[in-house]
């Protein structure tokens, strides 16, 4: 992961600066960055790096930086302009649901597709809020809810930079006007279709459940027990009869419990006692790292999950097969033999 360093980057072309004063008054708000870019680009890792190119530019041109507006709004008009850069000529990052097709039997063969630049999920430690104010930390997390992000995904990239400036960050139309460089009345207009397409693409959830209450704590020390157990009976009743499995690469995405049920039973190669959990945050939402058994007994990183809970049960579960993931969420990179879970 990219570090936050103390002093920026030297340069011969570049006019003298406090070296001191930049990185005090610019790195409290690395974090949050971190979350703008990663809304815009849908990918953790691409997000850091253009957080760096946004400190960079923002170095070299901090001569020029008046004080017209707080140093918090220039960083972010640096790293809007150089998110949509970035958006030049690229995909958009979906998920399996976000692919057009219809949904997918638990018999039909997988099938993979690794070219495509799937949406990545985020390490709360990355992209959540430092703030105190409960009630900030939660508005925080509804805005880098993987359905969320999965959402702007589909909106063009000055439509989500519109909408996430306006709606996200609460800008009044004529700042996000000056900052991508268009006028109030073209921000107002795009800011509409933004919305209109975002409310025809955003899945309709139930009320979402807070994973820390007792009852979600519960049912997630039954997960784990139940993929532990692999008692496929356990994993559909926690299921919501409507809930989606999708797992990226693989293009196919499941729907209802007893679909999902068949789905985990008949093509998932773990046996009971072969698939430990370990517990993360991803998205604001609870996930696991998923390990599977290895010849010798250890235990190797097989998937990560990150769970949507509603009152009812599990909604929804992404289950990202990009082991280069554990790294990113700070998992092991195996687990000993003889592990299990709660031990």
Known sequence: MSQTTSTP??????????????PRLA?????????HCYRMLGSVHDAEDLVQETYLRA??????????????TWLYRIATNVCLTALEGRA??????????????????????????????????????ISADPAEVAASRETIRLAFIAALQYLPPRQRAVLVLRDVLRWRAAEVAEAIGTT???VNSTLQRARKQLADASPRE?????????????????????????????????????????MPPFTGWYQG??????????????????????ATTANGQPAFGLYMRTQDGTFAPFHLQVLTLTKD???????????????TFGLPDRLPAGTRPGA
Not at 28 to 35: D, G, H, I, Q
Not at 257 to 278: H, S
Not at 317 to 324: K, L, P
Request: one cysteine or more.
């Open 59 to 72: 170095w070299r041109s901090y001569h020029k930086f008046e004080g017209r507006s707080s140093m918090r």
């Open 206 to 246: 139930e009320a979402l459940a807070e994973p820390t209450s007792p009852e979600q704590r519960e049912l997630l020390d039954r997960y784990v027990t139940a993929f532990w157990e692999k008692d496929v009976d356990a994993i559909v009743a926690m299921f919501t009869d409507d809930a989606v499995w999708e």
């Open 184 to 186: 109030t009345v073209a």
């Open 313 to 327: 049960g599990v909604s929804h579960v992404a289950a990202f097969f990009d082991t280069s993931l554990f790294a």
């Open 27 to 35: 790195d409290p708000y690395r974090r949050e960055l971190t979350a």
């Open 257 to 278: 419990a007893e679909n999902i049920g068949r789905l985990i039973g008949g093509q998932c190669p773990g046996q009971r006692e072969d698939m430990p959990m370990v």
């Open 9 to 22: 980057p030297q340069s011969t072309d570049t006019p003298p600066v406090d070296l001191d004063e930049f």
């Open 92 to 129: 958009k990052r979906p998920l399996p649901t976000g692919l057009g097709a219809p949904g997918s039997d638990a018999a039909d063969p997988l099938v993979e597709r690794a070219e495509v630049p799937w949406l990545e999920p985020a390490p709360e430690s990355v992209v959540g809020s």
